[in-house]
């Protein structure tokens, strides 16, 4: 079945970085967008950018251009997000999520979520 | 950037009862929208893509309709695992965004 599995939880220090990976199996890796979101405790769902893992382009969603990096290696079908300069307001649970496309755009399915604290 | 507001924030009904909840665009979406169901410590899951079209594995109680810029999820006749939150969510111009989120609560 078409799986997305994280890696495991982080905690770091503010001004530190965090890279989370999403290793992708049940499907061909290359064929569609791998996407990250995040969710605070007790709050909504923020899409942070996404990847395109056959030609490595990507795109990000203004408030994170300059501190999110989204790579992959194909050999293994992982997708990786790295955030940097990190701060309180960074505590989340941190998806990734395949990019799917109808007529609209969508996500399926969701990684199981990787906590990430940020605390001194 | 499109902003979707869903309503109400949240809603107390009982199993059995029929729920609708409400997705408003700012502007049009024609018909590209998708819902999700979150529950506690769990990843969302898609229901509904396309604004009508269930997901795979989805059951029937769960219908999506709309158009535009008003979109309602209804849920036929609430069973106890129903009870969770649901987000919708658009893709415009490259960017994703998502409602609030209706938290569907036991009566």
């Known amino acids: 079945q078409v799986q997305l599995v994280q890696s495991g939880a982080e905690v770091k220090k503010p001004g530190a970085s965090v890279k989370v990976s999403c290793k992708a199996s049940?499907?061909?890796?290359?064929?569609?967008?791998i996407n990250w979101l995040r969710q605070a405790t007790g709050q909504g769902l923020e899409w942070m950018g996404w990847?395109?893992?056959?030609?490595?382009?990507?795109g990000y969603a203004q408030k994170f251009q300059g501190r999110v990096t989204i790579t992959r290696d194909t050999s293994i079908s992982t997708a990786y997000m790295e955030l940097s300069s990190l701060r309180s307001e960074d505590t989340a649970v941190y998806y990734c999520?395949?990019?799917?496309?109808?007529?609209?755009?969508?996500?399926?399915?969701w990684g199981q979520g990787t906590l990430v604290t940020v605390s001194s | 950037e499109i902003v979707l507001t869903q309503s109400p924030a949240t809603l107390s009904l009982s199993p059995g009862e029929r729920a609708t909840l409400s997705c408003r665009a700012s502007?049009?979406?024609?018909?590209?929208l998708a819902w999700y169901q979150q529950k506690p410590g769990q990843a969302p899951r898609l229901l509904i893509y396309?604004?009508?079209n269930r997901a795979t594995g989805i059951p029937a109680r769960f219908s999506g309709s709309g158009s535009g810029t008003d979109f309602t999820l209804t849920i036929s006749s609430l069973e106890p695992e129903d009870f969770a939150v649901y987000y919708c969510?658009?893709?415009?111009?490259?960017?994703?965004?998502f409602g609030q989120g209706t938290k569907l609560e036991i009566k």
């Open positions: 999520a395949r990019g799917v496309h109808t007529n609209s755009w969508y996500f399926d399915p």
């Open positions: 049940g499907y061909t890796f290359t064929g569609y967008d």
């Open positions: 990847m395109n893992p056959n030609s490595g382009n990507t």
């Open positions: 502007q049009s979406l024609s018909s590209y």
């Open positions: 396309d604004a009508s």
């Open positions: 969510q658009q893709r415009s111009n490259w960017l994703y965004t």
